[in-house]
């Protein structure tokens, strides 16, 4: 399962952007998909996760600024009220099935958000 990520870019800090992610390849399900993000030199972390039923979470540090969203094997994330510390490169993630019995745990490529200040 392949995983494309894009939408990010550089925005003023206030501004706002949007990331998209769409999944393809021999998909059964997909139970879970998320975003996460990335800064030098540190572990890779959690921003917002929707599961198939449409539950989802938020890292704290976004709560209120982001709003993560699914269409079938495609997430999203819109990012408001956007900050200098939102600067990260944002990876998208998603869990399920190929068939089954087979799982699967994908990331897409990265795509970097730069908030000027």
């Known amino acids: 399962v392949q995983l494309q990520a894009s939408g990010g870019g550089l925005v003023q800090a206030g501004g706002f952007l949007r990331l998209s992610c769409a999944a393809s390849g021999i998909i059964f399900s997909i139970a879970r998909m998320g975003w996460y993000l990335q800064t030098p030199g540190k572990q890779r972390e959690l921003v917002a996760q929707?599961?198939?039923?449409?539950l989802s979470t938020y890292a704290d540090s976004v709560k209120g600024r982001f709003t993560i969203s699914r269409d079938k094997n495609t997430v999203y994330l819109q990012m408001n009220s956007l900050k200098p510390e939102d600067i990260a490169v944002y990876y998208c993630n998603a869990l399920g099935l190929t068939d089954w019995r087979t799982n699967f745990d994908s990331w897409g490529q990265g795509t970097l958000v730069t908030v000027s200040s």
């Open positions: 929707i599961t198939s039923g449409g």
